[in-house]
């Protein structure tokens, strides 16, 4: 799929075909285009908003005033919605037989709160399939010590965050809807660059006692959704990552020297312990290898960016090391 454009839907329940370039149409009026729902229309929702708005009628939720001025401006109808009080669910129903979950989980506990209340506030469409695709972490899989990790590796989720993620998965996949996951690494791109890390001199292993990291750009994260909304089988999960084989402080040297920045300090675990943080240490406690044939294989997505050099190369060309 050309990466530049838009999966092209010519009715309301296209099938696959959907993704294939046709030739411009005339245009349509929106109210007469099939929707697609967007809970939670932050960045990456925007990005699928600038894909799709010619082809459909987008409705992001967002949860203030000042992101719904954000949706309203990319081209799509903001719906305000809080998950949390309940604030909004009615206007919500039935709108779509597409959603896109891109909403955090619940802030505390082992359960997600959110997406339990999300499926009981929507309703699914009786007519025609209804496709619902949530955008989970590849930390459900905990520390696999560097090991090559698949779909069908056994879930081992090490903190709350990972566990409300992984009963989010089950609660998606066992509902009404055409339930698919899509189980998301680190995401870099414009304005999600670790720079003021690399700015802050913090530490990393040495390469001995490195960790693997994962990998997808934010562009190649986006068509991914888009293209699980028309090609991901029901109840099926997928690692959304790119060809890269990096440990940590691989990859932070090479976004240092794109960006002109020193290369981080290596450190034994005690001092990169103490130096990066609670949260960060939980990141960095954690090592696997993402295998990702099953998302080229049925998604049949082809990477614009393969790697995290292709991906850093075409950031440099968008002045990566100012970016704040």
Not at 30 to 36: A, M, N, T, V
Not at 76 to 93: F, H, N, Q, S
Not at 201 to 226: F, M, S, W
Not at 253 to 273: H, K, S, T
Request: net charge positive.
């Amino acid at each position: 799929m050309d990466a530049n454009k838009s999966p092209v839907p010519v009715q309301d329940d296209p099938g696959p075909s959907a993704l294939r370039a046709l030739r411009p149409q005339a245009p349509r009026r929106r109210l007469g285009l099939p929707r697609l729902l967007i809970i939670g229309c932050g960045d990456i929702g925007l990005g699928i908003v600038a894909r799709l708005q010619a082809r459909f009628r987008v409705l992001g939720t967002v949860t203030s005033e000042a992101s719904a001025d954000r949706v309203r401006a990319a081209g799509a109808v903001p719906l305000l919605l809080d998950l949390d009080t309940g604030k909004g669910k009615t206007r919500i129903g039935a709108l779509s037989r597409r959603v896109l979950v891109l909403a955090p989980t619940s802030p505390t506990g082992t359960q997600d709160q959110r997406v339990r209340r999300l499926l009981a506030t929507l309703c699914r469409p009786a007519d025609g399939p209804s496709t619902m695709v949530y955008i989970s972490t590849s930390g459900v899989y905990g520390d696999r010590a560097g090991a090559w990790t698949c779909e069908t590796t056994p879930p081992a989720p090490a903190n709350e965050r990972a566990c409300r993620r992984l009963d989010a998965e089950r609660r998606v996949r066992a509902s009404a809807w055409r339930g698919a996951v899509l189980r998301v690494p680190g995401i870099y791109g414009p304005g999600r660059m670790p720079l003021e890390r690399l700015r802050q001199g913090l530490p990393v292993p040495p390469p001995e006692q490195d960790i693997y990291t994962n990998h997808i750009h934010t562009k190649d994260l986006e068509r991914a959704c888009i293209a699980a909304l028309f090609r991901a089988n029901p109840a099926r999960v997928y690692n959304i990552v790119d060809d890269t084989q990096l440990t940590l402080g691989q990859y932070l040297d090479r976004v240092a020297d794109i960006a002109g920045l020193p290369r981080p300090p290596r450190a034994n675990w005690e001092q990169v312990r103490s130096a990066v943080g609670a949260q960060r240490m939980s990141f960095m406690s954690e090592s696997r290898r993402l295998r990702n044939a099953r998302m080229k294989r049925e998604l049949r997505l082809h990477l614009r960016y393969p790697d995290v050099a292709a991906g850093l190369v075409a950031q440099a060309s968008k002045s990566l090391s100012t970016e704040r």
